[in-house]
C-alpha cells in the first residue's frame, strides 16, 4: 500500500486550523490547511460564510463556520468560549 492516508483518518484527530475571512485569500489558506485539519472559517458575511462551507464541504474539507466581527469583543470572547 503506498501509505496514502485518507482526509477522515486524520482530521478527527488534528488541531483545528481558524481561518479568519472566506474571501479569495481565505479561500485559499482554509484550502491548504484544510488538507491537513479541520477548519473553523469566521467572517463577518453570513452569505458569503454559507456559501464557503458549502462550496469546502462539496471539496471534501472537514468544515465549520461562524459568523464573527472579529473587531468586536464581545463576539470574539464568545468564539473563543465556543
Do not use: W
Not at 477522515?8 to 479568519?20: C, R
Not at 477548519?39 to 459568523?67: C, M, P
Request: proline share 2%.
Amino acid at each position: 500500500m503506498s501509505g496514502v492516508v485518507s482526509r477522515g483518518d486524520y482530521v478527527a484527530s488534528g488541531p483545528v486550523a481558524l481561518v479568519v475571512g472566506c474571501g479569495g485569500m481565505g479561500m485559499s489558506v482554509a484550502r491548504a490547511l484544510g488538507k491537513r485539519h479541520p477548519l473553523l472559517i469566521v467572517d463577518i458575511d453570513e452569505k458569503r460564510l454559507a456559501e464557503s462551507e458549502n462550496t469546502l464541504l462539496l471539496e471534501g474539507y472537514a468544515v465549520q463556520t461562524r459568523a464573527c466581527d472579529i473587531t468586536n469583543t464581545a463576539e470574539t470572547r464568545a468564539l473563543g468560549e465556543a
